[in-house]
């Protein structure tokens, strides 16, 4: 049975960090493409980032390039996004998800998630 687990969330003020982690069991992170989205209220779900089976790959959604950085321990079977320069506009339930599929900005290909995490920047 595959579980994606996401922590790391929390309360931050505009300007501050966080580091979210996404443990994986039932697969191997590296076996997949894994990917980070965000769901703001009353918002739909929307593509953040995502690391190639390589992890030499990375995309990033235009809003959050140069400020987010994701990356994969595979020791630990877990993938991370670290989060800086934290906006307002950043508060959203954060999730990770895995996919096989090359179209990685789009959440119908992705087949396992997580149950998010909620990220709240204060102004």
């Known amino acids: 049975q595959v579980q994606l687990v996401e922590s790391g969330g929390g309360l931050v003020q505009a300007g501050g960090s966080l580091r979210l982690s996404c443990a994986a069991s039932?697969?191997?992170?590296?076996?997949?493409?894994m990917g980070w989205f965000r769901q703001a209220p009353g918002k739909e779900r929307t593509f953040v980032a995502a690391?190639?089976?390589?992890?030499?790959?990375?995309y990033y959604t235009d809003s959050v390039k140069g400020r987010f950085t994701i990356s994969r321990d595979n020791a630990k079977n877990t993938v991370y996004l670290q989060m800086n320069i934290l906006k307002p506009e950043d508060t959203a339930v954060y999730y990770c998800a895995s996919t096989d599929s090359s179209y990685i900005w789009l959440q119908r290909y992705y087949n396992n998630w997580g149950q998010g995490t909620q990220v709240t920047v204060s102004s």
């Open positions: 039932g697969l191997t992170v590296s076996n997949y493409r």
């Open positions: 690391i190639g089976r390589s992890g030499s790959s990375t």
